[in-house]
């Protein structure tokens, strides 16, 4: 027997579905601001990565451990977060997250007192965890909160708050991170025989404890006011209530599923990289100062917004599987300018990719976890985990860069992990039907 969806009514379509259920603005605005907020800690690994490379005087590929470590905490706590949301639902889950997520935050000051890099990475990780515990969580919620038409969408518009985050941490981290003291060779020889060159390196390591402290109490702050917060049983977490429908089985086997995953994977792999070794491009290719570099990554990011609330919109009249694959084929064309031609076209080229890369973690998200039933949970977990892709591919493009060939050697990597990102959304991302 085969399993295929409803088509609408003729008088759903005349009547399209609400994108937010009535009565639920207030849940879905608290959830929404948790968007916002997991986006700080993910750009400012951006700045540490140059902040590291300066203050603890190392290269590229040690400092794109910043990264690895980050994303590690993401695969490694994907799937127990998924298990707190099955047996507690997903305001548990939440709330476990952001008390990680605010633990992490602490760790920077013992971290910078000691002066230790591993130290800052553990700290990086348990942030990293708790994000994981948010993201398993809120990503579903919302997509789950309201008619499965409008899924998609409606993931996109509470997405679309999320690069807002980014711009604050890229904006904040330039601003009280980066010092703008950049020695040249022989005034780092001079201070190293004046025997100033580690207090100099001290003073640059501290700079990083003061955002973070204030990142901790806003996160304590709005674990507080989420724990006051009502919040609805929305699609599977009905399956714990006795009186409701039960979900229908699902499968992980599902090749739009598996698809999804693996598009996933390519995708943070490309926008983690891309990102993570902007600063770094910009200053090789362009000659600005740390700080301007800093600023033109906040307006990447300014346009990576644009693009969420931009494509949220259109998804009303363009499917959204066909609008990634038509973002991911600009993408890769982008992204190989910048390989071929470094400099300020180069610069500009990527600059841009933020644009088109902002509607795909939320659709590869929403269309993943399409029909999965009572498997929708430890499916979104699964997605989570695909994150790592930011932990494996930001360290590769750091070997890369560190072989002779510069900076734009590297952004080969996203040009490989777009293409493959196109092939998903116009060949794997639409569910197949099944056979009972």
């Not at 476990?96 to 000051?109: I, S």
């Not at 307006?299 to 066909?322: E, I, K, N, Y």
């Not at 500009?348 to 509607?359: E, N, R």
């Not at 929403?366 to 949970?377: F, N, P, Q, R, V």
Request: aromatic residues 14%; glycine residues 8%; contains cysteine.
């Amino acid at each position: 027997m085969t399993s295929v969806s409803a088509r609408p009514t003729v008088a759903a379509e005349k009547n399209p579905p609400h994108l937010i259920p009535p009565g639920q603005l207030a849940v879905f605005s608290v959830v929404t601001a948790l968007f916002f907020l997991w986006a700080i800690p993910n750009n400012l690994n951006d700045i540490l990565i140059r902040q590291f490379m300066k203050s603890f005087a190392i290269g590229r590929t040690q400092a794109g451990l910043v990264q690895f470590a980050f994303y590690i905490g993401y695969f490694c706590f994907a799937l127990p977060a998924s298990f707190v949301t099955r047996k507690a639902g997903y305001k548990a889950g939440i709330l476990t997250g952001l008390c990680l997520f605010g633990t992490g935050a602490l760790l920077f000051w013992p971290a910078a007192l000691a002066d230790r890099y591993l130290y800052f990475l553990i700290a990086l990780f348990v942030i990293a965890s708790g994000l994981s515990f948010l993201e398993t969580s809120a990503n579903p919620f919302i997509a789950e909160m309201g008619d499965p038409r409008t899924s998609e969408r409606r993931l996109n518009f509470a997405q679309a708050f999320n690069p807002l985050g980014s711009i604050g941490g890229a904006f904040l981290g330039t601003i009280f991170i980066f010092s703008g003291i950049e020695l040249k060779p022989d005034q780092i020889a001079a201070l190293q025989t004046q025997h100033q060159y580690q207090a100099y390196l001290r003073s640059e390591i501290l700079r990083v404890v003061h955002p973070y402290l204030v990142l901790a109490g806003i996160v304590f702050l709005l674990a507080i006011i989420i724990a006051r917060t009502k919040f609805p049983q929305v699609g599977t977490e009905h399956a714990t209530d006795p009186t409701a429908t039960p979900q229908p089985p699902g499968s992980l086997l599902r090749s739009h599923f598996i698809a999804a995953v693996a598009a996933q994977f390519l995708y943070v792999g490309a926008q983690v990289g891309t990102w993570s070794y902007f600063i770094q491009y910009a200053q090789q290719y362009t000659s600005v100062p740390e700080r301007v570099a800093g600023y033109l990554l906040t307006g990447t990011l300014a346009a990576f917004a644009v693009g969420r609330f931009f494509s949220a919109w259109l998804m009303q009249h363009v499917r959204p599987h066909r609008l990634t694959g038509f973002y991911a084929i600009a993408n890769t064309a982008l992204a190989l300018v910048a390989v071929l031609h470094p400099g300020w076209v180069g610069m500009w080229s990527l600059f841009l990719t933020s644009f088109f890369m902002s509607s795909m973690f939320p659709t590869i998200f929403a269309l993943g976890i399409k029909e999965l039933g009572d498997k929708t949970k430890i499916g979104g977990s699964v997605l989570v985990m695909s994150i790592i892709g930011g932990a494996v591919l930001t360290p590769a493009m750091g070997k890369l860069s560190e072989m002779g060939h510069g900076v734009a050697l590297a952004y080969a990597v996203p040009v490989v992990a777009y293409c493959g990102v196109a092939l998903y959304a116009f060949l794997a991302s639409q569910p197949r039907p099944r056979i009972a």
